[in-house]
């Protein structure tokens, strides 16, 4: 008797089987920045090499040497011969070299949202198409409101505004405070901000270290120049500084009197330079943090559960913190944010299988 063919249409019936497996993407090009030079790379290799792909690694110009470091003790410790791959040069050159080969599956970079942009049309237009992860950059807030406690809120600012000499996507670059708070907040600030050693960052007691390059430190001086003429106030920094060991050096800058439309709140500075935001309270202070084309990190200081807790669910961000700089991270939650900070599937812990397999459905018919 010959049976009859299986309804496929009915994958439910009796006798079928469904199987949801993942695998590796394959070849997987990795765009890297110059800030967190080791940390930012291996937070993208570590999970790529664990779902069985293999790499091909351009970092930023200004750190190769820590690029190869890091590629270099992997393969001491026992990669095989072509899984992690390092090449050197110009992202206009290098990069659109990985971002066009046909044999490169997927695409990982963390940089601005200029160039971010560039890496999506591109891997989008390639053929076949790739897969592609975009984590780039934010003007995150953090909120101070009247019952926060004023010694937390002034560490929460110095240290998401300044430490890493602000050269960080998640800086609390917007300072945004409520009127019953902000004069109390802003001198406290003040007086933190004139303690604050800027110096060669292995020198014992120093706080923060030189800008990058003299590029980076010409963008975050003439954001200065910007600012004042936008009509803020420079309350205090924002000065070149000279120190024995030569370097790129920054006096923290601090605006007040400014409005979330001017350009020192829209764009991103990626430097230390912290703008004050006068609010009017939480509803006006909530509205303005997610007036922005970002959406990556945001922080509230407050002694309120139902504020903190409003915050957290109705701030348009993708990490949150409350009574904590908004500049940190733990690996094994997801790292990334909304808007214009970020695309496709999160980074960090469980989540990066998600960018670093691909889902495969099969179904068997046992009849």
Known sequence: MKLPAPDRSLPFLLGVGVDVTREAVGVVGMITPWNFPIAIPAWKIAPALTHGNTIVFKPADLVPGSAWALVDILH??????????????????????????????????????????????????????????????????????????????????VNGAFFSTGQRCTASSRLIVTEGIHDAFVKALTERMQGLVVDNALKAGTHIGPVVDQSQLDQDLSYVDIGKGEGATLHWGGELLNRETPGFYMQPALFTNVTNTMRVAREEIFGPVGVVIRAKNYDDALAISNDTEFGLSAGICTSSLKYATHFKRNSEAGMVMVNLPTAGVDYHVPFGGRKGSSYGPREQGAYAKEFYTTVKTAYTFAG
């Open 76 to 157: 001491r410790a026992g990669l095989p011969k072509g899984v992690l791959n390092l090449v050197m040069g110009r992202g206009s050159e290098v990069g659109q070299i990985i971002l066009d080969h046909k044999d490169v599956n997927a695409i990982t970079f963390t940089g601005s949202v200029n160039t971010g942009r560039k890496v999506a049309a591109a891997a989008i237009s390639s053929s076949p198409m790739k897969k592609v992860q975009l984590e780039m950059g934010g003007k995150n807030p953090l909120v101070v409101l009247d019952d926060a406690d004023l010694k937390t809120a002034v560490e929460c600012a």
